[in-house]
T-cell receptor
Framework: EAGVTQFPSHSVIEKGQTVTLRCDPI?????LYWYRRVMGKEIKFLLH????????ESGMPNNRFLAERTGGTYSTLKVQPAELEDSGVYFC????????????FGPGTRLTVT | GQNIDQPTEMTATEGAIVQINCTYQ??????LFWYQQHAGEAPTFLSY????GLEEKGRFSSFLSRSKGYSYLLLKELQMKDSASYLC??????????FGKGTSLLVTP
């Protein structure tokens, strides 16, 4: 069974540009999460989808971040316009319906804003 | 808010036992998780505790005391491949995980 995949693995963009990160969850997982880790800090929750619906977006830092999950399969996270403080590693995770604990993480996308 | 503390770094010898502590102060509690993360890779699930006590899974065990806001991860018979970052995370309500900064464990020969 394929794990959670994320694309790209690395992205370097200039301040003010737009970047779109993609996450493909494990097939059949209704729950999809986005997290990010800024340098020197802990991994922080951004938002949670159940199928195509946003269940919890309390961790989204501001309106420059837009997450979508059309069709309830893969998800995208767009940052527009990017700022220097957006640099970090963005992780995606997924879990099946009814699972109370384990979230399966992807390897992350390392975003560098210069 | 949440406050999850764990040591930044630890070093242990191959074959030994190491205990990584985690203390937490959170606004709610619905389970404590330990993840392992090798550099550049995905965090991988190790254990989950929601009731007080010890959960054992092979060489790894995890303990929880909810009244003390305390957990530890115990790694036995350390191997070189256990060198990694160990992340403590608490789930409040909902599904979001709240992570500590992680403990970087170095296993030496």
């Amino acid at each position: 069974e394929a794990g959670v995949t994320q694309f790209p693995s690395h992205s370097v963009i200039e301040k003010g540009q737009t970047v779109t990160l993609r996450c493909d969850p494990i097939s059949g997982h209704d729950n999809l999460y986005w997290y990010r880790r800024v340098m020197g800090k802990e991994i922080k929750f951004l938002l949670h989808f159940v199928k195509e619906s946003k269940q919890d977006e309390s961790g989204m830092p501001n309106n420059r971040f837009l997450a979508e999950r059309t069709g309830g399969t893969y998800s995208t996270l767009k940052v527009q316009p990017a700022e220097l403080e957006d640099s970090g590693v963005y992780f995606c995770a997924s879990s099946p319906t009814g699972t109370v604990y384990e979230q399966y993480f992807g390897p992350g996308t390392r975003l560098t804003v210069t | 808010g949440q406050n999850i503390d764990q040591p930044t770094e630890m070093t242990a010898t191959e074959g030994a036992i190491v205990q990584i502590n985690c203390t937490y102060q959170t606004s709610g509690f619905n389970g404590l998780f330990w993840y392992q993360q090798h550099a550049g890779e995905a965090p991988t699930f190790l254990s989950y505790n929601v009731l007080d006590g010890l959960e054992e899974k092979g060489r790894f065990s995890s303990f929880l005391s909810r009244s003390k806001g305390y957990s530890y991860l115990l790694l036995k018979e350390l191997q070189m491949k256990d060198s990694a970052s160990y992340l403590c995370a608490v789930r409040n309500s909902g599904y979001a995980l709240n992570f500590g900064k992680g403990t970087s464990l170095l296993v030496t020969p």
